[in-house]
């Protein structure tokens, strides 16, 4: 993974890891930074990363799709669909 990625990571959560530890408390990451970033990733001028960025943002916007259409299914359906689509996603999120 890129040094610039990894380092960005790492400052982007530790504030987060640091009140999480401190008031013994799980939080929830805002879903629009998270694409956002992974948008950034995709538009990249290094062909690599922009790859990597894409397949991330793909396998996002098909587990949104999943989401979209949970009305449409049964609750096991749509539990296993969601099972699949976050399989695709750490693939994809841990592919590089």
């Known amino acids: 993974m890129p040094e610039y990625f990894l380092n960005h990571r790492r400052l ?8 999480m ?13 998270l694409i956002r970033d992974i948008q950034f990733l995709a538009e990249s001028h290094d062909k690599s990363i922009s790859r990597y960025g894409k397949k991330l943002l793909d396998a996002v916007r098909e587990l949104f799709h999943t989401i979209h259409l949970r009305d449409q299914m049964t609750l096991d359906n749509f539990n296993a669909a969601l099972e699949l ?9 841990t592919a590089y």
């Open 85 to 93: 689509k976050k399989k695709a996603l750490i693939k994809a999120g």
């Open 21 to 33: 530890k401190d008031f013994d408390i799980s939080i929830q990451f805002c879903l629009a930074h």
């Open 12 to 19: 982007y959560f530790r504030a987060y890891r640091k009140y």
